[in-house]
């Protein structure tokens, strides 16, 4: 009877709220139901939103990027980033290179894959800073401006979201996973209300916008690759096989839950992914790639404030609206879904530890992509062994990832590693999407519970049906750059969230708690403080305070 009773406990505990969750889908079916039915106006009326956006707000969204990366610094490398989210005796839930595997699939997903070769050939040639096309310099700065657009700042933008939620979900144990309630700090009881809910539903809207941008990039990528192994032709069939083949892998993976389904994707997708790196790396003219590698280094440290600040006033060429602005709003966009995994993954590991290993390990991981396959591809074009620009200018992203695939020895054996590759780095971003929409749509869960099974296979079908739909009429395109468009009052929550932090912290650990005072907590375990709710409710509460082991502080600096 207990068993029974316990059953039903946590069976309502894990209920949908309503109150997100059909106001959510309403606004996806009223965003894609227009697109569908009038593909070709929707598409013109977003892009020129976009560009409306792009040409007033490029500035914010730059801004917003700088700031994000000192923010994470300062977050880092102060006495903030020996705050641990949980208690003393909290461990993390995952290993190191489990955690650091999920963290980077999650976030990166088939754009890196459809990108690495593709985009320095872009930047070959249309060039920024008004170089000259396809010269030494162009080459140069084409190797170098994708380790911009995917490295330090587009990490740390992931990285803002994930810091708050995971101190309200394990600091102060809230049984809510959403980004409304990492916003309390601010907002206080207003998060309770309409307000809440109107950031909810925007956090699931930009999850599902992201996803539609991900099928927009891998379904016609991975039918190509199709088409060159079996020699069949493109269809709409094949492109449903493909999305029915996705659906079912991240069916599983949902299913299974964090540790026996995404995480175990996540192994495969390092493994697979590191192989086809060192491969590639070694097939090529590797001193080559090294050297420009080398060379893309110093030239983005040399460039860094430059290229972080530059919105081409004067000669509005267009590159920083088409290229970095747009690459900041779509990082914004994603943020919401990466900061909720990353902190539902990261219980029992410090502010600093979680910063420094998602900054550092998401750009290796992302400039070794760049570095190996977009320095293979210049090497290929700049050496005339295949015409990449021409390939790319006249036929397209897929068809240029498969005519560089085929210039690789054993091709034969590489396309199909290559299109598996493809399907597990999809579904590791899909199955966390499901995942945190999920949880978003729980009425209550803990940071050490996950959501009901039938809800997660819910979302994935949802995401699944919403891609049948949109490639179905030819919509994607429309609704990739609809996205973007999210970002824009996802700044202002970011905002408010980095604010609660804070306030949150001094509040927990006292303005004027020192590195002293902190040690000395530390050796008592814990520090009884008062709790302020809505400013009204008072609860005199004791919370663990948790530091690194061996951490010997200096006296006299404040928090």
């Not at 039903?8 to 109150?19: F, G, M, N, T, V």
């Not at 290993?95 to 985009?119: H, Q, R, T």
């Not at 460039?303 to 747009?326: H, L, M, Q, V, Y």
């Amino acid at each position: 009877m207990n068993a029974l009773n316990e059953r039903k406990d946590k069976s309502k505990k894990l209920e949908i709220e309503p109150a997100i969750l059909w106001p959510a889908v309403s606004v996806i079916l009223a965003a894609s139901i227009p697109l569908a039915l009038y593909p070709e106006a929707g598409e013109v009326l977003v892009n020129n939103l976009l560009s409306w956006f792009t040409g007033t707000f490029g500035w914010l969204y730059l801004l917003t990027g700088i700031g994000s990366f000192l923010f994470m610094t300062w977050l880092a490398f102060g006495p903030v980033g020996r705050v641990k989210l949980g208690g003393p005796d909290d461990k993390p839930e995952f290993s190191k290179l489990p955690w650091i595997a999920m963290l980077f699939c999650a976030g990166i997903g088939i754009s890196i894959v459809n990108w690495a070769f593709v985009e320095p050939l872009y930047f070959l040639s249309s060039p920024p800073l008004g170089i000259e096309p396809n010269s030494d310099a162009a080459v140069e700065w084409a190797a170098m401006y994708p380790m911009f657009h995917w490295g330090v700042v587009p990490w740390a933008l992931y990285l803002m979201p994930a810091l708050p939620i995971g101190y309200v979900l394990y600091v102060r144990k809230s049984k809510v996973l959403r980004l409304s309630e990492a916003c309390r700090g601010v907002l206080g009881g207003l998060v309770d209300g309409p307000v809440g809910k109107v950031i909810d539903v925007i956090v699931v809207f930009s999850i599902v916008g992201g996803v539609g941008t991900s099928l927009g990039l891998s379904v016609p990528l991975v039918s190509a690759l199709f088409q060159e192994m079996f020699g069949v032709g493109d269809s709409f069939l094949l492109q449903m096989i493909i999305l029915a083949g996705w659906t079912v892998m991240i069916a599983w993976s949902v299913y299974n839950g964090l540790n026996k389904g995404i995480q175990t994707l996540s192994n495969i997708n390092g493994i697979l992914a590191l192989g086809m790196l060192v491969f590639v790396l070694f097939s090529g003219s590797t001193v080559f790639v090294l050297n420009l590698w080398s060379n893309s280094f110093g030239l983005f440290l040399d460039n860094f404030f430059r290229i972080n600040f530059w919105t081409d006033p004067i000669s509005k060429s267009g590159f920083p609206e088409s290229w970095t602005i747009f690459y900041w709003a779509w990082w914004i966009a994603y943020a919401p879904m990466m900061g909720l995994f990353v902190a539902r993954i990261s219980r029992g590991r410090t502010i600093k530890e979680l910063i420094v290993n998602g900054v550092v390990w998401g750009c290796v991981g992302c400039w070794s992509f760049f570095a190996i396959w977009g320095g293979y591809a210049i090497d290929l074009n700049i050496n005339n062994v295949v015409d990449l620009q021409g390939v790319l200018h006249n036929q397209g992203i897929p068809a240029t990832v498969v005519a560089v695939l085929k210039t690789l020895p054993l091709a034969w054996v590489v396309v199909p590693l290559f299109t598996l590759l493809c399907f597990v780095f999809l579904a590791t971003t899909v199955d966390s999407s499901a995942y945190m929409l999920a949880s978003i749509c729980t009425r209550e869960i803990s940071g050490y519970q996950e959501p009901a099974r039938w809800n997660r296979i819910m979302w994935t079908l949802i995401l699944a049906l919403v891609g049948v739909g949109l490639l179905s009429v030819g919509g994607l395109s429309a609704v990739q750059t609809s996205t973007i468009l999210v970002a824009l009052p996802m700044i202002p929550v970011l905002v408010i969230m980095a604010a609660s932090l804070l306030r949150w912290v001094y509040r927990d650990f006292g303005a004027e708690l020192s590195f002293y005072s902190l040690s000395r907590c530390e050796m008592r375990g814990q520090v009884v403080l008062v709790r302020e709710y809505d400013d009204k409710i008072h609860e005199e509460k004791t919370i663990n305070t948790s530091f690194p082991e061996g951490h010997k502080p200096d006296s006299g600096s404040p928090v």
